[in-house]
């Protein structure tokens, strides 16, 4: 049986979620576990066993919605046809499995409290400091039942006490949010140690989005658990879904 994750939010009638961690899975070289990536030569056998292994764990309505992504700030409206390059998605389609990769990058789920939508982002720096949190939320709002409370959680990402970034990075969330660097700070090294998981709460609280769980988890030290792109450049994927089930 594969290694999951379950988002420690509060639950919502309907909706489903899951994380993948890296144990529990098929092994295909150079990767020991349950990778869900999609690098050049990636074992493409190994990587549906994998989601078959998936599937049937969690019970999922229908294959995931994989995105291009491009640490962009784009949604994908999953309840349209249309591109898939995309950082995030959304979606008010009971059956319909919004699906993210992530290795060090932030993954953040989006619920309506009343199970009327679902969205998930992926919220690399890049992606994070353009907006793409934000993004999330306004498209999530147009599918959800109007005025309904949202409710967030943070999965597992590069932790603040590993994620070493440069001046640019905190230059750029600094320059569309002054108070963002309060979730920098300087090293030995004189550059920066940034908290993603504090970044992403003050996206979230910029657009009302204050029910927000998870976080604390660190893909980069957590070696049995996590794939980290830092820790080995060639490395597996997580994969985090959400959905709104069809048998509910």
């Known amino acids: 049986m594969p290694a999951l994750l379950l988002p420690d939010w509060p639950a919502v009638p309907g ?33 549906l066993q994998n989601l078959q292994r998936l599937t049937a764990a969690v019970r999922l309505p229908a294959a995931p919605q994989w995105l ?8 994908a409206d999953l309840d349209q046809p249309g591109t898939r390059r995309a950082d995030a998605a959304a ?6 499995v919004c699906a993210i ?27 994070l400091a353009g907006g793409v949190l934000a993004h999330s939320v306004r498209a999530l709002r147009t599918k959800a039942t109007p005025g309904v409370a949202l409710q967030a959680w943070l999965g597992p990402a590069i932790g603040p006490a590993q994620f070493e970034v440069g001046d640019e990075v905190r230059a750029a969330f600094c ?5 963002a660097v309060a979730a920098f700070s300087a090293n030995a090294r004189g550059r920066w140690l940034a908290d993603l998981y ?6 979230l609280a910029a657009e009302g989005v204050t029910a927000v769980s998870g976080g604390g988890r660190c893909t980069y030290t957590e070696t049995d658990d996590f794939y980290s792109y830092r820790r ?15 048998r509910a």
Not at 68 to 74: K, L, R, T
């Open 15 to 47: 909706v489903r979620a899951v994380c993948t961690l890296r144990r529990g899975g098929v092994s295909a070289a150079p990767f020991d576990s349950f990778n869900f990536g999609q690098n050049v030569g990636d074992d493409t056998a190994a990587l």
């Open 68 to 75: 291009e992504q491009v640490h962009g700030i784009d949604v």
């Open 91 to 96: 979606t008010h389609t009971a059956g319909v």
């Open 101 to 127: 990769q992530t290795a060090d990058c932030l993954p953040v789920l989006l619920a309506a409290a009343d199970g009327s939508a679902v969205a998930a982002a992926h919220a690399g720096w890049r992606g």
């Open 175 to 179: 320059a569309v949010d002054a108070g």
């Open 198 to 203: 504090a970044l992403a709460r003050r996206a």
């Open 232 to 246: 080995a450049a060639r490395t597996g994927r997580m994969a985090t879904l959400v959905w709104i089930d069809p």
